[in-house]
């Protein structure tokens, strides 16, 4: 359903060269560009779109200067196209908008940088940061999910190397359901949502479940990590 669906794409990741970045054999040829839109395959840039090149490959410069990960860059530029499609945010400035994204994008993944270093390395002030991080929060409704904290530590504790990223998502979707009496789902509904066979899913799943104490969200380890001891 829609909210699935929504939960899927968030996740979804974007090429990275990253090393603690899982490689998916499945991706081939070059790196999506994000900036060019629907645009890829096409020689025509429009000034809109190359306004919006711009903003992230600045985005691209102030991460580099304050040392934060490719993997960050890559959400706050997920983000920042999400808000251009967002009518009510056209029109705004695009430059804070990209900064509040990076902002945003930082916090979610845990490595936070405060508004005073993102104003060091930007023209912005701190209110104007603050402002739109504040407002496309709520815009996207980003507030912590379950299921990218269980990807992300799945990630760093290296369970299912060799595994594809799309399988990885797939299977903390199925995990993060598990410990939500509200929003149960089947294996069937998310493998539809995310294109991946049962058996894939089914597989990196049982990896995960043995660490489950490990990398399920901390206030769930007590109560819930018994549910993933024998992983059907």
């Known amino acids: 359903d829609a909210t699935l669906q929504q939960t899927y794409k968030l996740m979804l990741p974007r090429k990275s060269y990253d090393k603690n970045i899982i490689y998916d054999p499945s991706r081939v040829g070059p790196p999506i560009n994000m900036s060019l839109g629907e645009s890829n395959l096409s020689t025509y840039m429009s000034g809109e779109t190359e306004n919006k090149y711009g903003v992230m490959n600045d985005v691209r410069e102030m991460a580099a200067r304050l040392n934060i990960p490719e993997v960050i860059v890559d959400l706050a530029n997920h983000l920042f196209m999400q808000v251009c499609q967002i009518k009510c945010m056209r029109g705004n400035n695009m430059c804070c908008i990209g900064t509040a994204c990076l902002y945003l994008a930082c916090r979610e993944h845990g490595v936070p940088r405060t508004l005073k270093e993102l104003c060091a390395v930007s023209d912005m002030s701190s209110k104007q940061i603050g402002r739109y991080y504040r407002q496309i929060g709520e815009l996207l409704k980003r507030k912590p999910d ?77 109560s819930k990590s018994a549910l993933f001891i024998c992983p059907k």
């Open 146 to 222: 379950n299921a990218a904290y269980i990807a992300r530590k799945t990630m760093q504790m290296g369970l299912v190397c060799g595994r594809g990223a799309i399988a990885l998502i797939a299977a903390s979707i199925y995990m993060a359901t598990k410990i939500c009496e509200s929003d149960k789902r089947s294996q069937k509904e998310i493998v539809a949502i995310a294109g991946v066979a049962d058996a894939t899913l089914r597989q990196t799943y049982k990896l995960m479940c043995p660490r489950a104490k490990h990398i399920l969200p901390p206030q769930y380890r007590a």
